[in-house]
């Protein structure tokens, strides 16, 4: 079993910057797409940003230019880089990736318990 596990959340003040992480262990399996996505207060569920294997990224509008997504593929770990950071950032964020174990060779899709980023005005 593959287990996704967020870390890096917090309070901050506006402006202010913080940096997610998110490990994956458990069994064999190939990463395909990465992504970041949060779920604010009374809201739906929104994608963040999202980045393939070869590295191509894409992000949603609130945050461009603003949060940076990455990844280790040899630590099986995806980053988000959050850079002036304002109220409405305020969310739980959660880890997602699609997989291929590779022992059943069935599709996965993982979610992380997700990581509380709190920011006051």
């Known amino acids: 079993q593959v287990r996704l596990v967020e870390s890096g959340g917090g309070v901050k003040q506006a402006g202010e910057s913080l940096r997610l992480s998110c490990a994956a262990s458990?069994?064999?399996?190939?990463?395909?797409?990465m992504g970041w996505y949060r779920q604010a207060p009374g809201k739906p569920r929104e994608l963040v940003a999202r980045?393939?294997?070869?590295?191509?990224?894409n992000y949603a509008d609130s945050v461009k230019g603003r949060f940076t997504i990455s990844r280790d593929n040899a630590k099986n770990a995806l980053y988000l880089q959050m850079d002036s950071l304002k109220s409405e950032d305020t969310a739980v964020y959660y880890c997602?990736?699609?997989?291929?174990?590779?022992?059943?060779?069935?599709?996965?899709?993982?979610w992380g318990q997700g990581t509380l980023v709190t920011v006051f005005s």
């Open positions: 997602n990736m699609g997989a291929v174990d590779q022992t059943s060779t069935k599709y996965l899709e993982l």
């Open positions: 980045i393939t294997s070869d590295g191509d990224t």
């Open positions: 458990g069994s064999r399996f190939t990463i395909n797409t």
